[in-house]
């Protein structure tokens, strides 16, 4: 039995096979057709991000065990599909897949509809840390489970001791004949769901959260107990960017706030000359800010561009280390055919060829010289002429948009005056 785990509100639960799971996604949709008439979509099948999470799943297989019989007999009776006749019948017949499906079931109808009710539907109306002596009695409920899974099927109320409401798919779960394999696999589950709620909700379970003082409830009190609504505002936006790719950041977020806050709800509740003052207020501030966030775009590309340079720049420097060890071992022994100049070529290798001899010919000589300037954080371009040559060439340096006046003279080693030839940095006018 291949069992893994992924995350819901309450943690990692039961992952079956790989073509369980395709199995399972299948069933689910012929399920809906089959038995509530629902519509298929063509990209989904349960709502993004609002009150789907894997909870859906956990239902679903619950109910898809419920209707096993029927669903059955419409597969191998009525159903045209040959996929479904042969690969679903036969699977839905393993009781390894049933006894999963079942597992799912009543985690879906003990745990995870129960924390759904409770926190993101917050039908207790709570606060966030008011939540949390909710999340002790679930913690404690999960680990008396773990160590005996069997009382799940008996059991007269839910995660969070609450009494639980009596339904035909619940006492199908409860009064599985694979009782026995149902608890073993409740068994690898179980642990894993107390483990996650250890890991992500330890402030409320042990930490500071745990006994909130009534100063931290009055603070906390506007805090919801759940992310729905930003969860609603990534499906939102999503859903724009589907419709207008090309659409910019600041309109889908002012589009989203808008439909959010009910913006034109509140503006036609106002007259027509209060509008026309807040639309006008609401134009040249809009403005304002489209003029500061394409300076703060602005911003981030140049940090972004200065942060490739630096990766490129940490790149080159490898190569240069490894051009710096030829060039030297070449210029020591005057080898003007060495490997590591063959790559420079015309006018570019007689300046280069004068430098490794220490012709004086070269004295004077103008060139243009990149370098990477770690305050300004990108590479830039000097103006530069030879001013004396030997171990150390020295070299009066200024400003490609400047002039030779303000020129500073500096004594650079040959031998990066080589490497930098061979790399393409230094060029000779």
Same mark, same amino acid.
């Given at each position: 039995?291949?069992?893994?785990?992924?995350?819901?509100?309450?943690?990692?639960?039961?992952?079956? *096979?790989?073509?369980?799971?395709?199995?399972?996604?299948?069933?689910?949709?012929?399920?809906?057709?089959?038995?509530?008439?629902?519509?298929?979509?063509?990209?989904?099948?349960?709502?993004?991000?609002?009150?789907?999470?894997?909870?859906?799943?956990?239902?679903?297989?619950?109910?898809?065990?419920?209707?096993?019989?029927?669903?059955?007999?419409?597969?191998?009776?009525?159903?045209?599909?040959?996929?479904?006749?042969?690969?679903? &019948?036969?699977?839905?017949?393993?009781?390894?897949?049933?006894?999963?499906?079942?597992?799912?079931?009543?985690?879906?109808?003990?745990?995870?509809?129960?924390?759904?009710?409770?926190?993101?539907?917050?039908?207790?109306?709570?606060?966030? !840390?008011?939540?949390?002596?909710?999340?002790?009695?679930?913690?404690?409920?999960?680990?008396?489970?773990?160590?005996?899974?069997?009382?799940?099927?008996?059991?007269?109320?839910?995660?969070?001791?609450?009494?639980?409401?009596?339904?035909?798919?619940?006492?199908?779960?409860?009064?599985?004949?694979?009782?026995?394999? !149902?608890?073993?696999?409740?068994?690898?589950?179980?642990?894993?769901?107390?483990?996650?709620?250890?890991?992500?909700?330890?402030?409320?379970?042990?930490?500071?959260?745990?006994?909130?003082?009534?100063?931290?409830?009055?603070?906390?009190?506007?805090?919801?107990?759940?992310?729905?609504?930003?969860?609603?505002?990534?499906?939102?936006?999503?859903?724009?960017?589907?419709?207008?790719?090309?659409?910019?950041?600041?309109?889908?977020?002012?589009?989203?706030?808008?439909?959010?806050?009910?913006?034109?709800?509140?503006?036609?509740?106002?007259?027509?000359?209060?509008?026309?003052?807040?639309?006008?207020?609401?134009?040249?501030?809009?403005?304002?800010?489209?003029?500061?966030?394409?300076?703060?775009?602005?911003?981030?590309?140049?940090?972004?561009?200065?942060?490739?340079?630096?990766?490129?720049?940490?790149?080159?420097?490898? &190569?240069?280390?490894?051009?710096?060890?030829?060039?030297?071992?070449?210029?020591?022994?005057?080898? !003007?055919?060495?490997?590591?100049?063959?790559?420079?070529?015309?006018?570019?290798?007689?300046?280069?060829?004068?430098?490794?001899?220490?012709?004086?010919?070269?004295?004077?000589?103008?060139?243009?010289?990149?370098?990477?300037?770690?305050?300004?954080?990108?590479?830039?371009?000097?103006?530069?002429?030879?001013?004396?040559?030997?171990?150390? *060439?020295?070299?009066?340096?200024?400003?490609?948009?400047?002039?030779?006046?303000?020129?500073?003279?500096?004594?650079?080693?040959?031998?990066?005056?080589?490497?930098?030839?061979?790399?393409?940095?230094?060029?000779?006018?």
């Amino acid at each position: 039995m291949d069992i893994g785990f992924f995350h819901t509100p309450v943690g990692p639960v039961c992952h079956i *096979t790989q073509e369980h799971g395709v199995l399972l996604a299948r069933a689910q949709l012929a399920t809906l057709d089959l038995l509530v008439g629902a519509p298929r979509h063509h990209d989904m099948d349960v709502p993004r991000y609002v009150g789907n999470r894997l909870h859906v799943m956990f239902h679903m297989g619950g109910v898809l065990v419920h209707y096993l019989r029927q669903f059955l007999a419409f597969l191998e009776g009525s159903c045209k599909s040959e996929f479904s006749r042969t690969f679903l &019948s036969s699977h839905l017949r393993k009781e390894s897949l049933v006894s999963q499906l079942t597992a799912l079931g009543l985690i879906g109808k003990l745990i995870t509809g129960p924390w759904m009710k409770l926190v993101y539907k917050n039908a207790g109306d709570h606060s966030n !840390v008011e939540m949390s002596s909710y999340f002790k009695t679930a913690k404690l409920t999960i680990d008396v489970w773990s160590a005996n899974p069997s009382q799940m099927f008996v059991s007269e109320k839910d995660v969070f001791l609450q009494p639980l409401i009596p339904d035909l798919v619940l006492e199908t779960l409860q009064s599985s004949a694979l009782y026995s394999i !149902v608890e073993d696999v409740l068994k690898e589950i179980l642990p894993a769901i107390s483990a996650v709620i250890d890991k992500q909700l330890s402030r409320y379970i042990s930490g500071d959260l745990s006994e909130p003082s009534r100063e931290l409830l009055e603070k906390t009190v506007s805090a919801a107990p759940h992310n729905i609504w930003a969860e609603r505002v990534v499906g939102m936006t999503c859903q724009l960017w589907k419709r207008c790719p090309m659409a910019t950041i600041g309109f889908l977020d002012a589009k989203i706030k808008a439909k959010t806050n009910k913006l034109m709800e509140w503006l036609d509740s106002k007259d027509e000359v209060e509008q026309e003052k807040l639309v006008a207020f609401g134009r040249k501030r809009a403005g304002l800010l489209r003029k500061k966030r394409r300076e703060n775009e602005k911003g981030i590309d140049d940090e972004i561009e200065i942060r490739m340079n630096e990766l490129m720049q940490m790149r080159s420097m490898k &190569s240069r280390r490894k051009a710096d060890k030829e060039v030297t071992a070449a210029f020591k022994t005057r080898d !003007v055919d060495a490997v590591v100049f063959q790559s420079v070529s015309g006018f570019q290798r007689e300046r280069l060829v004068q430098l490794i001899k220490q012709d004086g010919t070269i004295v004077g000589a103008l060139f243009q010289h990149k370098w990477y300037d770690e305050e300004m954080r990108k590479d830039c371009i000097w103006q530069a002429r030879v001013v004396k040559i030997g171990k150390k *060439t020295t070299t009066a340096y200024w400003c490609a948009d400047g002039n030779e006046d303000d020129a500073e003279d500096y004594d650079v080693e040959t031998v990066e005056l080589l490497t930098d030839m061979v790399l393409g940095d230094l060029v000779f006018e």
